[in-house]
């Protein structure tokens, strides 16, 4: 029996952050992803679509919107200390959690055998006012899926090992939960400007938009709720991104 991935302590963390779309990963958490890239922790995003329904300026066919807004996931994953974004080109607006999707984050997740995996949150169907882009839910299923069982064992998806694709286990995973459900709570307030900055690269879906104010909100909603649950290190914190925590234990 070999040890897929016993992790050496001595290396950097290996993470991936697999989403629906571009501008998700800056949005939701791209201030912790540039305080663990200065950290030296070695990150890789994965988008399964390429935003491909993401406007409605009749300039852009779908194939024109895919390639700018790839160049623009790019250009913020740079920003952010980022090297490696990889686009699973499914279609916008379109993405179910059948075996397929399961599938290819399960080869991406073999491919690169990150240490812990960001994703979003596949019961978070409505919040407030707010209704889930659907993409989020099925992005979200479908990643938890490939990181337990299919990444993790050897007789699942078995032409994958015909690929040269041993089986992989995921030690940790960051949930985008909703408010009630996050329990790990990041202190990102020396970020929020690269947040802003990743962000402005993103200017097809920024148009005259500045979300500045509203991630400053939801940063500062953050560190509150932390510090009302009596987190470690909340009374310092003035902006936070906030996930659910699960520590697999491999
Ligand atoms: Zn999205």
């Known amino acids: 029996m070999t040890e897929h991935n016993a992790r050496d302590l001595n290396s950097p963390r290996r993470v991936m952050a697999i989403m629906a779309h571009p501008d998700d990963i800056e949005f939701i958490c791209g201030a912790t992803i540039a305080k663990w890239a200065s950290e030296g ?21 779908s194939e024109k919107l895919m390639q700018t807004r790839e160049d623009e996931q790019r250009a913020a994953a740079d920003v952010l200390g980022v090297k490696e974004v990889v686009f699973l080109r499914m279609r916008d607006a379109e993405l179910v959690a059948d075996l397929e999707t399961r599938k290819k984050i399960t080869r991406v997740i073999r491919q690169h055998k990150p240490d812990a995996v960001v ?22 299923e479908a990643v ?27 030690s940790e995973v960051y949930i985008a ?15 929020l400007e690269k947040k802003f900055e990743a962000l ?42 906030a996930f659910k925590y699960i520590n697999i234990g491999y």
């Open 41 to 61: 922790q070695e990150i890789t995003f994965v988008l399964g679509t390429s935003g491909d329904k993401g406007s409605d300026d009749p300039n852009y066919s």
């Open 119 to 140: 994703c979003q949150d596949p019961t978070a169907r409505f919040q407030g006012s707010y209704i889930q882009h659907p993409d989020h839910v099925a992005m979200g």
């Open 144 to 170: 938890l899926a490939a990181i337990y069982p299919s990444a993790r064992d050897r007789l699942t998806f078995p032409d994958l090992l015909n690929e040269g694709l041993e089986p992989h286990k995921v």
């Open 177 to 191: 939960a909703g408010d009630d459900n996050v329990d790990h709570f990041i202190d990102t307030s020396a970020f």
């Open 200 to 241: 402005k690269a993103h200017a097809s879906q920024m148009g005259d938009w500045n979300p500045q104010d509203m991630i400053a909100r939801w940063s500062r909603d953050a560190a509150a709720i932390a510090r009302t649950r009596n987190y470690p290190g909340a009374e310092e914190m003035e902006y936070a991104e």
